[in-house]
């Protein structure tokens, strides 16, 4: 959670100030102060969520704070589709937990492709329809960046997510082998990101310029920062720096 | 017009040739790198971005409620089923309850939207090919529905229609009966469409067997909506993951079998019928009481991630929202029908004509707005 919280900090320092002042009557808003300024408060929702995530892959601890009210992550229990993974992959399969009735499995990278294969193929599984492929920063964390698959089988009627923790040093192997769709969605992480594909057909950049430098949807990369030198080359439009 | 004999004495040589991004039937700035033998299709690379307006990183930097109106700007054509996408995601979130009279209007508005939509795809997609009264016809009987757009929310495009926990505000008065003088003449409209087009013999032959693909496939290269049920494939988020009250309604799924344009041509054809099913549903039961449901000034889900997808005319648009627990989103993911669906260009338009190119890209309804984003 103070991961969390400095990873959010600077954003939050311009605007934040006078979003919270218009929220004076407003229940939730003086929430992410408390959880600076009275440690009272926060020891309780801590003890929870140590418990939970106890045995939780780094990616997950960041992302939960359990609250007096609204919903939380729940590990799943007797989930077929849980067990058969684990029997499969017993190392592999890091949790399995259940927010707002939408199903998230977290599997480390050395399986990934395997753990997606095997979604696809195996017939209890059948997760035919990869209805997308995106990335979080995580800029704090140990491992930076979570890669999350959502996937869909027509014949079962099921959703589920699928999460992967991918280090700033580390590719993550391309699944364009295993759904077509694939492609372009990784082409969009790696453009915006910066995440590398392994085995990718024709990785390169897809909504920006061939020739940008930088990732924009990266947490460091600040909505007001371009690429000065692109901009003068093919905009011919140069600027002071700020 | 797909079967070309190979030329047998006459040597050719690939060519590369450039379409758009500024032209007129790429509706948008879209870019396709061609490479012809002769007038036959060997590969097409699309080139997108021109329009990328980096709305997934405003985001981040805007609260949840600032967020709404740059999803208008995604999909422009369909503006209002976009907001209501992200809408059912943070009310999910927050657990914010909207009143049944706020719920059915909602889906009345998505619908009619619907209606516009393919509309619009209607109007370009038949001038595309060569049927200018269609065209004309068509933004007619559009101009009726962005008239109602205006009444309700004051924009005729760039709708901003809902806000977190319902609607702005109530129907101004006399719009439900304007909505059922729409529903009740609107079908004979569909008629004289189908009569220009649905039997003409140059509309079958420029549209029939022409990019074909098989449900499998579609499904492997990750269409949704109407090319997706072109091609005989039973997904339509409104009865495979009912959100909003959908399931509350009857209306029928139109499939096609073939999986070419002529198919997908005829399920959006029939889906505006549907459409008006719903919204005729909607107008006999739609309760009276507020339109908007208690929801905080200031939006902040808890710590947790859900995925919003709906149906909306061009396919599968979903949301995927990342809460911090902040007043802004850590991180909202647009999964956009289009950007998805028109990878597989390149598989559609192969061994076909250049002048098949033109069919193929109307037929998948692309918004370049919302491929770029």
């Known amino acids: 959670m103070s991961e969390e919280d400095k990873t959010q900090e600077p954003p939050k320092s311009e605007e934040g100030a006078v979003q919270e002042s218009e929220s004076q009557e407003d229940k939730q808003s003086g929430e992410s102060e408390e959880k600076k300024v009275s440690t009272d408060s926060v020891k309780p929702d801590r003890s929870v969520t140590t418990q939970k995530t106890a045995g939780a892959p780094p990616t997950k601890v960041a992302k939960k704070v359990a609250k007096k009210k609204g919903p939380t992550y729940e590990d799943l229990v007797d989930n077929a589709l849980l067990n058969g993974l684990q029997e499969k992959f017993p190392k592999g399969v890091l949790s399995g937990q259940s927010f707002l009735d939408q199903v998230t499995y977290t599997v480390t990278l050395d399986v990934l492709y395997d753990v997606l294969l095997y979604l696809r193929d195996d017939t209890d599984a059948d997760y035919d329809y990869l209805v997308d492929l995106t990335a979080l920063d995580h800029l704090d964390n140990e491992e930076r960046f979570c890669l999350v698959y959502h996937l869909y089988s027509h014949k079962k009627k099921s959703f589920i997510r699928v999460r992967c923790a991918v280090d700033e040093s580390e590719s993550a192997p391309s699944v364009v082998a295993v759904w077509k769709t694939a492609d372009w969605m990784e082409r969009e992480v790696y453009d915006l990101f910066g995440i590398k594909f392994m085995g990718h057909p024709d990785l390169k950049r897809i909504l920006l310029p061939d020739d940008w430098h930088g990732y924009p949807l990266r947490k460091d990369y600040d909505i007001k920062l371009q690429d000065q030198a692109w901009i003068g080359k093919h905009l011919r439009i140069t600027r002071t720096p700020e | ?373």
């Open chain 2, 1 to 373: 017009m797909n079967s070309i004999e190979e030329p047998t004495v006459l040597d050719t040589r690939v060519l590369e040739v450039n379409m758009g991004p500024q032209h007129p039937s790429t509706h948008g700035v879209l870019r396709v790198k061609l490479k012809l033998d002769g007038e036959k299709v060997v590969d097409a690379e699309c080139i997108i971005g021109y329009l990328h307006r980096g709305i997934e990183k405003i985001s981040e930097n805007r609260s949840y409620i600032e967020c709404v109106p740059y999803y208008d700007r995604t999909d422009y054509i369909a503006a209002v089923s976009n907001v209501y996408g992200y809408l059912l995601g943070v009310e999910k979130m927050m657990g914010i309850e909207v009143p049944d009279r706020g719920r059915y209007i909602r889906i009345m508005m998505v619908e009619l939207n619907r209606i516009a939509s393919h509309l619009l795809w209607l109007a370009t997609h038949a001038i595309d090919i060569g049927a200018m009264t269609v065209f004309l016809y068509c933004f007619r009987e559009r101009e009726e529905i962005l008239k109602l757009f205006e009444a309700l929310f004051g924009a005729r495009l760039t709708t901003h229609a809902f806000r977190v926990g319902g609607l702005w505000k109530d129907l101004p008065s006399g719009f439900e009966r304007e909505v059922g003088k729409f529903v009740d003449e609107f079908p004979a409209h569909i008629d004289e469409y189908e009569q220009l087009l649905t039997e003409n013999r140059i509309w079958l032959a420029r549209t029939k067997g022409v990019g074909v693909i098989s449900g499998e496939e579609a499904i492997e290269w990750g269409l949704t909506g109407p090319p997706l049920r072109g091609s005989g494939v039973d997904y339509d988020l409104r009865k495979a993951r009912p959100y909003g009250g959908y399931d509350e309604f009857d209306f029928d799924v139109p499939l096609g079998e073939n999986g070419d344009t002529y198919d997908r041509y005829v399920a959006r054809v029939e889906e505006m019928r549907q459409s008006l099913r719903i919204i005729q549903q909607v107008l006999d039961r739609l309760p009276d009481g507020p339109v908007r449901g208690k929801a905080p000034k200031i939006v902040k889900p808890p710590v947790g991630e859900y995925y919003s997808g709906i149906e909306s005319p061009r396919g599968e648009l979903g949301y995927y929202i990342v809460s911090d627990g902040s007043a802004r989103p850590f991180r909202v993911r647009i999964r956009p029908p289009t950007f998805i669906g028109l990878q597989a260009l390149r598989r559609l338009v192969k061994g076909h004509l250049m002048a098949d190119v033109i069919a193929i890209i109307g037929t998948l309804d692309i918004v370049l707005g919302e491929v770029d984003r």
